[in-house]
């Protein structure tokens, strides 16, 4: 199993970035597929959630109405299209498969003026 995340990096306030997760040696078609973050001293959070067929979204509080998780299953990649940034974005970010005990190195996202 191997999981790529990319497309984090500085932006301001207000700003937007779109995050990609690359997935490999799973049926990655049938799984739950999640992005989590993690900032500085702080416990890892579960920011979105996509279904195997990608119709079923869910997203952590924080992110509602900012955030919109996305998957194409013919590349197996997973997207989040983060909008309105604020500071408290800040974050490592990481996708992972629901059920699967595997994480990537994530992506770093810094959001500050």
């Known amino acids: 199993v191997q999981i790529v995340e990319s497309g984090g990096g500085l932006v301001q306030p207000g700003g937007s970035l779109r995050l990609s997760c690359a997935a490999s040696?799973?049926?990655?078609?049938?799984?739950?597929m999640r992005w989590y973050r993690q900032a500085p001293g702080k416990e890892r959070e579960l920011v979105a959630q996509?279904?195997?067929?990608?119709?079923?979204?869910n997203y952590g509080d924080s992110v509602k109405g900012r955030f919109t998780i996305s998957r194409d299953n013919a590349k197996n990649t997973v997207y989040l299209q983060m909008n309105s940034l604020k500071p408290e974005d800040t974050a490592v970010y990481y996708c992972?498969?629901?059920?699967?005990?595997?994480w990537g190195k994530g992506t770093l996202v810094t959001v500050s003026s």
């Open positions: 040696g799973f049926p990655f078609r049938n799984y739950f």
């Open positions: 992972k498969a629901t059920g699967l005990d595997y």
């Open positions: 996509i279904s195997p067929g990608g119709a079923g979204t």
